[in-house]
Nanobody, 126 residues
């Protein structure tokens, strides 16, 4: 069992930055993938970024490449999502999730992730 707690959401203006953190508890293995997703009302959960728990391979959605960075924060044992140059279109509830399968490539469909946090709201005003 893995429990996930997200933090760091908030209300910012367009162009600002935010950092989200995902703190897993329970047994985490190096091959696990930790992903960030986001969701707005009436839409499906959308892949944002993913990284292996060991902090190696990463994958990003095209919509956030060059603006968002996912990394392992070794000091806090969290997976952080640094979000720069935020846009109103980035407004959503952001979720952290864990995929427990050892895959050759990081996966993006939400239904392939096994554990989910409760989400943190990010609102970007224009």
């Amino acid at each position: 069992q893995v429990q996930l707690v997200e933090s760091g959401g908030g209300l910012v203006q367009a162009g600002a930055s935010l950092r989200l953190s995902c703190a897993p508890s329970g047994e985490m293995y190096s091959a696990y993938t930790v992903g960030w997703f986001r969701q707005t009302p009436g839409k499906e959960r959308e892949f944002v970024a993913a990284i292996t728990w060991r902090g190696g391979r990463t994958k990003y959605a095209d919509s956030v490449k060059g603006r968002f960075t996912i990394f392992r924060n070794n000091a806090k044992s969290t997976i952080d999502l640094q979000m720069n140059s935020l846009k109103p279109a980035d407004t959503a509830v952001y979720y952290c999730a864990v995929d427990t399968r050892d895959r050759v490539q990081l996966t993006t469909p939400a239904n392939e992730y096994d554990y989910w946090g409760q989400g943190t709201q990010v609102t970007v005003s224009s």
